[in-house]
C-alpha cells in the first residue's frame, strides 16, 4: 500500500471512529434524558385504585393490566391504553379505573420502552396477548401515546385519543374513532386537535371536555406548558369513563 493510501485510510478510520462515538453520546443522552424528569403517579388516587376490589391489578416489565373482578362481567371488550412520554404509567390507573369497575372493560396500559412511545416498536399483539379472553380491543393514548396508537390502530377494532391527534393518516380506515380533548389543553390544543381532524375517518366523535387540561388525563400534577384546568380532575375523570365506556361498548 502507498504512503497515500495508508492516509486515506487513517483518515477513514477516524472518521468512522468520530461518527460512531458521536453516535454513542447521542444514544447515551436520549436514554438518560429519558429517565429524568419524568412524571410520577400521584400517591393518593394511585392507592385509591390498588384498593378497589372491583379492579384486579397485574403488572410486569410489558404493561399494567387492569380487570374486572365482577362475576357478572363480560369481560370481551378491551382497551390497549398508551402512556404519554416521559410520564410514569401508573397515573393512568386512576383515569382508567372506571372503565375496569363500573363498565366491566379490560384496560393494559403499556410500558413504553425508554418512556417514550416514539422508541417502542412492539406490534399491538405484544399487549393483547396479556389478556387472550377479550375479543374486542381499542387501542388508545395519551399525548404523545394517542400518536403512537394511531399507527396501531389498523391492528385494533377502534382508536380513541385522550388529548392526542394522529400524526399518520387513518381517514380511509374506515375504524370507529373517539377523539377527547380538553379546552383548557395548552399542549394537544383545540386547534391542533381541529388541524388534525382530516387525518381521521369522516364518521370520527370528537368530544371536548369543557375546563380540562393536559394534565387533566392522568394523575400526575400540572405539566409544563400547560394550560390551567377550571374542570376538577375528579370531573374529567367521569367524563372520560362515561365517553369511552359507551364509545366501546357500543363496538360490534
Not at 383515569?95 to 384496560?107: C, F, I, M, R
Amino acid at each position: 500500500m502507498t504512503g497515500a493510501g495508508r492516509r486515506r485510510r487513517r483518515l477513514l478510520w477516524w472518521i468512522g471512529g468520530g461518527l460512531a462515538g458521536v453516535l454513542l453520546l447521542a444514544a447515551t443522552g436520549i436514554v438518560v434524558w429519558s429517565q429524568v424528569g419524568v412524571y410520577q403517579a400521584e400517591a393518593e388516587p394511585l392507592a385509591a385504585v390498588r384498593a378497589d376490589p372491583a379492579i384486579r391489578l397485574a403488572e410486569d416489565g410489558t404493561a399494567i393490566v387492569m380487570s374486572p373482578t365482577r362475576a357478572d362481567t363480560d369481560a370481551t371488550r378491551g382497551l390497549v391504553f398508551i402512556p404519554g412520554a416521559k410520564v410514569d404509567p401508573w397515573a393512568y390507573a386512576s383515569t382508567l379505573s372506571g372503565l375496569v369497575a363500573e363498565d366491566g372493560l379490560t384496560v393494559v396500559i403499556t410500558r413504553p420502552w425508554l418512556n417514550l412511545a416514539f422508541f417502542d416498536p412492539r406490534p399491538l399483539s405484544t399487549f393483547t396477548d396479556l389478556a387472550p379472553g377479550v375479543q374486542t380491543w381499542a387501542v388508545g393514548g395519551h399525548s404523545l401515546g394517542g400518536v403512537r396508537a394511531c399507527s396501531l390502530a389498523t391492528d385494533a377494532d377502534a382508536l380513541v385519543l385522550f388529548a392526542s391527534y394522529c400524526a399518520t393518516d387513518i381517514s380511509g380506515s374506515g375504524l370507529p374513532v373517539l377523539s377527547l380533548a380538553g379546552s383548557d389543553d395548552g399542549l394537544s390544543t383545540p386547534q391542533k386537535i381541529d388541524d388534525a381532524r382530516h387525518l381521521l375517518p369522516p364518521g370520527a366523535t370528537v368530544v371536548q371536555i369543557d375546563g380540562a387540561s393536559h394534565a387533566s388525563f392522568g394523575a400526575y400534577g400540572p405539566q409544563d406548558g400547560d394550560g390551567v384546568p377550571t374542570l376538577s380532575r375528579e370531573k374529567v375523570t367521569a367524563e372520560i369513563t362515561s365517553s369511552a365506556g359507551e364509545f366501546i361498548a357500543s363496538l360490534d
